[in-house]
């Protein structure tokens, strides 16, 4: 398939401000202090939200329409149901790769990191296996936002705005204890707003190595491995990790504010 210089500009800044969005977490982490437990209740359900509704109601049935054009309607419902869990399966098992401790869906709220054991080294290395880990869930999210994004503008911009919500928390993590190990905001908003570079490195990647092969085949297989990705996440993670705060209501609040808000855009812009 040809696409045009704007098409794939286009489809690289989405995916640029998608990952960069880590840095708006950083940045948030600094000016929330006396509320961090409702606001992450709230956001990180609110992600949630958005990751649910645009999979399994845009993304998975994008990937069904593609595949099931190329090899009929049995045959297509199946491989895009196979490519859906191939997707729950490959980021179940980068999470199992990746410890707690450093697992940047693991959040920890400031006050938590404050009265924690305030050894430098300790702080530091939770921020880079944090950071180390983000790079990891954001490499396939950059492929399938580039992917998105040249196939289908609006479920492009459907995509990078969930995985924008979602790596706001992820910049928290990051940047909270690299902030406590060396009391330099700057410091800490730089290796959290650099962390998010893996997602448009994934989109780079993804237009040297895919590019020859993208086909209405591959569209299908990457949107479905990506609908799954997004609800294991939606589930295992944020969800959870929204609960832990204690703010069980909140979370369900942003959990349908944002399926309302993913509802509306993909209204508005069909």
């Known amino acids: 398939m040809i696409f045009t210089t704007n098409e794939v500009l286009f489809a690289f800044g ?12 950083s940045a948030l982490a600094f000016y929330t202090k006396q509320t961090n437990k409702k606001f992450l209740s709230a956001v990180l359900g609110f992600s949630a939200g958005v990751m649910i509704y645009v999979s399994l109601v845009e993304i998975f049935a994008e990937a069904r329409v593609s595949l099931e ?29 990746i410890p707690s401790s450093g697992n940047p869906h693991e959040a920890r709220d400031v ?9 430098e080294s300790e702080l530091m290395r939770m921020g880079l296996f ?19 994004a040249l196939q289908n503008p609006t479920l492009g911009i459907s995509i990078a705005v969930a995985v924008a919500i979602h790596n706001i928390p992820e910049g928290i993590a990051v940047s909270v204890p690299v902030y406590y190990a060396t009391n330099s905001r700057k410091r800490a908003f730089s290796l959290s707003f650099l962390s998010g570079l893996s997602e448009p ?30 609800v294991y996440i939606a ?7 929204a609960h832990k705060y204690g703010h069980s209501h909140e979370a369900i609040y942003g959990l349908v504010l944002g399926m309302i808000v993913m509802a509306s855009s993909l209204i508005l812009f069909a």
Do not use: C, W
């Not at 049995?74 to 895009?80: P, R």
């Not at 490195?201 to 997004?230: C, E, H, S």
């Not at 589930?235 to 990790?241: F, H, I």
């Open 201 to 230: 490195a994934g989109a780079v990647l993804g237009y040297l190595i895919l590019m020859p092969f993208l086909n209405d085949t591959m569209f299908g297989i990457i949107f479905a491995g990506v609908a799954g990705i997004m």
């Open 130 to 148: 944090s950071a180390l880990a983000i790079a990891i869930h954001n490499f396939p999210e950059g492929i399938a936002t580039f992917a998105a």
């Open 235 to 241: 589930l295992d993670e944020l969800l959870p990790t």
């Open 111 to 119: 006050n938590e990191i404050e009265n924690i054991d305030n050894e």
């Open 69 to 97: 054009g190329i090899y009929g309607s049995q045959k297509g419902y199946l491989y895009t149901t196979i490519a859906f869990f191939v997707g729950v399966f490959v980021i179940a098992i980068i999470d199992r790769m």
């Open 14 to 25: 989405l995916t640029l401000l998608a990952g960069l969005s880590t840095g708006v977490g």
